[in-house]
């Protein structure tokens, strides 16, 4: 009586040529146990429920965006500037800080210390943390969130840290986590738009002064990308308080790598995969529209459709060379990867925040410990630095 797993039917005998064999209903011969035992299945309603009791119970659940049909276009009916600065800021204020465990649960965990793994290779390798010997540096965070990079600098021991963010309960989280920290340095916290005002309107001269050894941009740069305008305000606020041969350092979307992906299909206006969707209110050519070309971020357990800009490279290195900066490192993050493999200390810090695969390490292949959807969020990212000329006069 052989069983047909395709069609989940018995067949008694043989099927005649040319005749389909006659279904069998299903009829187990040698029953382990009583028919009424059987188990009823599991209800979607409460799968939903069991993955909410193992979830973080402050994190409201997100939906990825449905997809878009190939060749739609999301109208640009919203004016970009106001609304885009409201979303990004309403987003991260309700994203509480849940303690170090729940971040530890979280499904992207992988990826989170990969990130942190990459701003301490960005720290180490290009932050200028020794310019008042002995005294530690001035640091200045824009975009700085709840203050997830404090225990990342304080192993270099800085002098002084002041943090700026557009979203004020991410900027009370950050003093506190400071102040929960026992850190052994002063740090400063203002909550403004750092893309749209002069940072001496809001913060006094007397922390802006000395001018600062680095200044930091961790994940931020594509929230303001929106005008030229305002990228000029964002550059020129790093520039105007940062020493001679201080460092701007930073990590943002790939402009290059976003639109290639893009352009993948020929008609697509969203890409992604079961970590990560991009969606983009219209098709441009790389260049077409150095500012304000929108797009929609979600990040599995992180980011909910909030608005993006392709941060225009070509653009952003022209304002950073006229406000002084010039390039000294750019590299996506599966290159900053292999760049720290090959320092010692580095690769040490990969290894103890497990974010190589050690098993293939030891024979010999970098490879990140984390499924590939997940490592292509991450090779959408690159880091940068650069570095205040000596006869700059912004
Ligand atoms: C992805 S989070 C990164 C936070 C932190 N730098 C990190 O690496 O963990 C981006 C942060 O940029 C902030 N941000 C976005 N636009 C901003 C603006 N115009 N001025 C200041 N902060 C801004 C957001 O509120 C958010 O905290």
Same mark, same amino acid.
């Given at each position: 009586?052989?069983?047909?797993?395709?069609?989940?039917?018995? #067949?008694?005998?043989? +099927?005649?040529?040319?005749?389909? +064999?006659?279904?069998?209903?299903?009829?187990? /011969?040698?029953?382990?146990?009583?028919? %009424?035992?059987? /188990?009823?299945?599991?209800?979607?309603?409460?799968?939903?429920?069991?993955?909410?009791?193992?979830?973080?119970?402050?994190?409201?659940?997100?939906?990825?965006?449905?997809?878009?049909?190939?060749?739609?276009?999301?109208?640009?009916?919203?004016?970009?500037?106001?609304?885009?600065?409201?979303?990004?800021?309403?987003?991260?204020?309700?994203?509480?800080?849940?303690?170090?465990?729940?971040?530890?649960?979280?499904?992207?965990?992988?990826?989170?210390?990969?990130?942190?793994?990459?701003?301490?290779?960005?720290?180490?390798?290009?932050?200028?943390?020794?310019?008042?010997? *002995?005294?530690?540096?001035?640091?200045?965070?824009? *975009?700085?969130?709840?203050?997830?990079?404090?225990?990342?600098?304080?192993?270099?021991?800085?002098?002084?840290?002041?943090?700026?963010?557009?979203?004020?309960?991410?900027?009370?989280? !950050?003093?506190?986590?400071?102040?929960?920290?026992?850190?052994?340095?002063?740090?400063?916290?203002? !909550?403004?738009?750092?893309?749209?005002?002069?940072?001496?309107?809001?913060?006094?001269?007397?922390?802006?002064?000395?001018?600062?050894?680095?200044?930091?941009?961790?994940?931020? /740069?594509?929230?303001?990308?929106?005008? %030229?305008?305002?990228?000029?305000?964002?550059?020129?606020?790093?520039?105007?308080?940062?020493?001679?041969?201080?460092?701007?350092?930073?990590?943002?979307?790939?402009?290059?790598?976003?639109?290639?992906? /893009?352009?993948?299909?020929?008609?697509?206006?969203?890409?992604?995969?079961?970590?990560?969707?991009?969606?983009?209110?219209?098709?441009?050519?790389?260049?077409?529209?150095?500012?304000?070309?929108?797009? #929609?971020?979600?990040?599995?357990?992180?980011?909910?459709?909030?608005?993006?800009?392709?941060?225009?490279?070509?653009?952003?290195?022209?304002?950073?060379?006229?406000?002084?900066?010039?390039?000294?490192?750019?590299?996506?993050?599966?290159?900053?990867?292999?760049? *720290?493999?090959?320092?010692?200390?580095?690769?040490?810090?990969?290894?103890?925040?497990?974010?190589?695969?050690?098993?293939? !390490?030891?024979?010999?292949?970098?490879? +990140?410990?984390?499924?590939? !959807?997940?490592?292509?969020?991450?090779?959408?990212?690159?880091?940068?630095?650069?570095?205040?000329?000596?006869?700059?006069?912004?």
């Amino acid at each position: 009586m052989p069983y047909d797993p395709v069609k989940d039917v018995y #067949h008694d005998a043989p +099927p005649e040529e040319g005749r389909a +064999p006659e279904p069998r209903a299903y009829a187990p /011969l040698y029953r382990v146990t009583p028919p %009424e035992s059987v /188990l009823i299945p599991i209800t979607k309603e409460q799968v939903e429920a069991l993955k909410r009791q193992s979830q973080n119970p402050l994190r409201a659940r997100a939906q990825p965006p449905p997809e878009v049909p190939r060749g739609t276009v999301r109208p640009a009916e919203v004016p970009i500037g106001e609304l885009e600065r409201t979303t990004v800021a309403t987003h991260y204020n309700k994203r509480r800080e849940v303690g170090r465990d729940a971040r530890e649960s979280s499904p992207i965990i992988p990826l989170k210390r990969f990130n942190n793994w990459v701003k301490s290779a960005l720290i180490s390798m290009y932050a200028q943390v020794g310019w008042n010997a *002995g005294q530690g540096a001035r640091i200045l965070e824009l *975009g700085c969130g709840k203050g997830g990079d404090l225990r990342k600098w304080d192993r270099h021991r800085p002098a002084v840290m002041v943090l700026i963010d557009i979203a004020d309960v991410s900027i009370e989280q !950050a003093r506190l986590r400071y102040e929960e920290g026992h850190y052994r340095w002063a740090a400063e916290f203002f !909550a403004f738009d750092c893309f749209r005002r002069p940072l001496d309107e809001v913060v006094p001269r007397s922390l802006l002064e000395p001018l600062f050894d680095t200044v930091s941009m961790q994940f931020c /740069l594509h929230y303001g990308w929106d005008s %030229e305008e305002n990228a000029r305000t964002m550059l020129s606020n790093a520039a105007r308080w940062l020493r001679p041969g201080g460092t701007l350092i930073g990590t943002t979307v790939d402009d290059e790598t976003l639109l290639a992906r /893009l352009h993948e299909d020929e008609h697509a206006v969203s890409f992604g995969n079961e970590c990560y969707r991009i969606e983009f209110d219209q098709r441009l050519e790389p260049g077409e529209k150095p500012f304000g070309n929108r797009y #929609h971020f979600w990040l599995l357990d992180a980011v909910d459709n909030v608005p993006e800009f392709v941060v225009d490279w070509a653009a952003f290195t022209r304002i950073a060379e006229e406000c002084g900066l010039h390039l000294v490192y750019k590299a996506r993050f599966d290159e900053i990867l292999s760049d *720290g493999y090959a320092n010692r200390p580095l690769r040490q810090l990969l290894e103890r925040m497990q974010v190589i695969d050690s098993n293939m !390490a030891a024979a010999g292949v970098v490879t +990140p410990a984390m499924p590939p !959807a997940m490592w292509h969020v991450c090779t959408l990212y690159m880091g940068f630095a650069l570095e205040k000329s000596v006869d700059a006069t912004a």
